[in-house]
């Protein structure tokens, strides 16, 4: 019998990055700023949403990853 020892499990991707969404000014394109990511729990119940910033404005806004990414 082999037992495995200090064996870590397999590394989730996330379902969601999170942005930092800033309107432009005068009709100009929005800027985002990647700031975290959304992993889903094993139960299909929720998830944990993992954040490396803050916005002190603007909206925080869950996309699903692109295949390049």
Request: proline share 7%.
């Amino acid at each position: 019998m082999t037992i495995k020892r200090n064996t870590k499990p397999e590394p989730k991707m996330p379902i969601y990055h999170a942005y930092s969404v800033r309107d432009g000014k005068d009709g100009h394109k929005g800027f985002w700023t990647r700031i975290g990511s959304f992993f889903a729990h094993d139960d299909g119940e929720g998830g944990t949403l993992l954040l490396e910033a803050l916005p002190l404005d603007g909206r925080i806004v869950l996309r699903a990853p692109k295949a390049d990414e």
